[in-house]
């Protein structure tokens, strides 16, 4: 008999999240999210029903791709493959694919942009998960103690037909970490006090609320003047027959591009890209955030 609870996706198993660790949260508990949940703060929001996460077009054509990802990757490693949860005390992790003898692990992403993904490329670049995805798979391993565990990135039309697959190997010290984390997290969750943000908190701070407002206002301002250019630079392209159109101070001209995947032609020719791969940089980020 399997529990209610043990069903991905079931009310049980939701309600069931909302009081354990499971391991695609691990990134979010570390502080290293790629998306909502990113840190402690959000996490604790969603578990406590103060937060939604809203499913994308991308992420439920995904899930409906799933069994056929998981089929495909059965074909390439010659395995055969089952969903299950996996529990150890509070930790939790759904996996996409475990062998029957227990002994391999397979975790699956279908990506929306397939192989032009910036998840396929950082990881036929890298050979590993990027960072949030490897303290999912930190995780699972922690728990499962497999002997081969498979991170593949699968692609294809309507069927997938193709992947990229890589073995990743523990990493004692990243699960040292995301223990600890949960530990600490736990102990906001079971008081309900919520974690601190980890930013540093302006709102008494007069000067940067303004700034703050300023840029809102002219960020909405910017959002709705492109949307108006956008329906305007589609009227006109409608209106024009000729490679070159001229009228009412606008030239309208249709012309040919193409682009040249360098990243191919480079494997193609045998060439190593990362050697000319310039030092990173920081840059700034701006988000309106959820309820302002």
Same mark, same amino acid.
């Given at each position: 008999?399997?529990?209610?609870?043990?069903?991905?996706? #079931?009310?049980?198993?939701?309600?069931?999240?909302?009081?354990?660790? %499971?391991?695609? /949260?691990?990134?979010?508990?570390? $502080?290293?999210?790629?998306?909502?949940?990113?840190?402690?703060?959000?996490?604790?929001?969603?578990?406590?029903?103060?937060?939604?996460?809203?499913?994308?077009?991308?992420? #439920?054509?995904?899930?409906?791709?799933?069994?056929?990802?998981?089929?495909?990757? =059965?074909?390439? =490693? %010659?395995?055969?493959?089952?969903?299950?949860?996996?529990? /150890? &005390?509070?930790?939790?992790?759904?996996?996409? &694919?475990?062998?029957?003898?227990?002994?391999?692990?397979?975790?699956? !992403?279908?990506?929306?942009?397939?192989?032009?993904?910036?998840?396929?490329?950082?990881?036929?670049?890298?050979?590993?998960?990027?960072?949030?995805?490897?303290?999912?798979?930190? *995780? *699972?391993?922690?728990?499962?103690?497999?002997? /081969?565990?498979?991170?593949?990135?699968?692609? $294809?039309?309507?069927?997938?037909?193709?992947?990229?697959?890589?073995?990743?190997?523990?990493?004692?010290?990243?699960?040292?970490?995301?223990? +600890?984390?949960?530990?600490?997290?736990?102990?906001?969750?079971? #008081?309900?006090?919520?974690?601190?943000?980890?930013?540093? =908190?302006?709102?008494?701070?007069?000067?940067?609320?303004?700034?703050? !407002?300023?840029?809102?206002?002219?960020?909405?301002?910017?959002?709705?003047?492109?949307?108006?250019? +956008?329906?305007?630079?589609?009227?006109?392209?409608?209106?024009?027959?000729?490679?070159?159109?001229?009228?009412?101070?606008?030239?309208?001209?249709?012309?040919?591009?193409?682009?040249?995947?360098?990243?191919?032609?480079?494997?193609?020719? %045998?060439?190593?890209? #990362?050697?000319?791969? %310039?030092?990173?940089?920081?840059?700034?980020?701006?988000?309106?955030?959820?309820?302002?």
């Amino acid at each position: 008999m399997i529990a209610p609870h043990m069903i991905q996706g #079931s009310p049980e198993w939701l309600a069931y999240r909302a009081t354990r660790g %499971g391991a695609s /949260e691990a990134a979010a508990v570390l $502080g290293i999210g790629a998306y909502m949940p990113r840190n402690m703060r959000e996490l604790w929001e969603l578990k406590k029903g103060r937060r939604e996460v809203y499913v994308t077009k991308a992420m #439920s054509d995904g899930l409906e791709r799933e069994e056929s990802a998981r089929l495909h990757v =059965e074909r390439v =490693e %010659g395995l055969a493959l089952s969903p299950d949860v996996v529990e /150890e &005390g509070r930790l939790s992790a759904s996996l996409d &694919g475990i062998t029957f003898d227990r002994k391999i692990v397979a975790e699956i !992403k279908i990506p929306a942009r397939g192989r032009e993904s910036d998840l396929a490329v950082y990881v036929d670049t890298h050979g590993k998960p990027p960072p949030h995805y490897m303290a999912q798979c930190q *995780q *699972q391993m922690m728990i499962c103690k497999p002997d /081969e565990f498979i991170f593949a990135v699968c692609f $294809g039309d309507d069927e997938i037909t193709d992947s990229i697959r890589v073995h990743v190997e523990p990493d004692p010290a990243m699960q040292d970490r995301i223990r +600890a984390a949960w530990d600490m997290f736990f102990t906001y969750l079971d #008081s309900d006090e919520p974690p601190p943000t980890g930013d540093d =908190e302006r709102d008494d701070d007069a000067e940067y609320v303004a700034a703050a !407002k300023a840029w809102r206002e002219a960020k909405a301002a910017l959002t709705v003047a492109s949307d108006a250019e +956008a329906e305007a630079r589609k009227a006109l392209i409608a209106l024009c027959d000729a490679d070159a159109t001229v009228g009412g101070g606008v030239k309208v001209k249709r012309y040919w591009t193409s682009r040249t995947n360098y990243k191919a032609a480079a494997e193609s020719a %045998g060439v190593d890209l #990362s050697e000319y791969q %310039g030092e990173g940089s920081y840059s700034w980020r701006l988000t309106v955030e959820d309820g302002e």
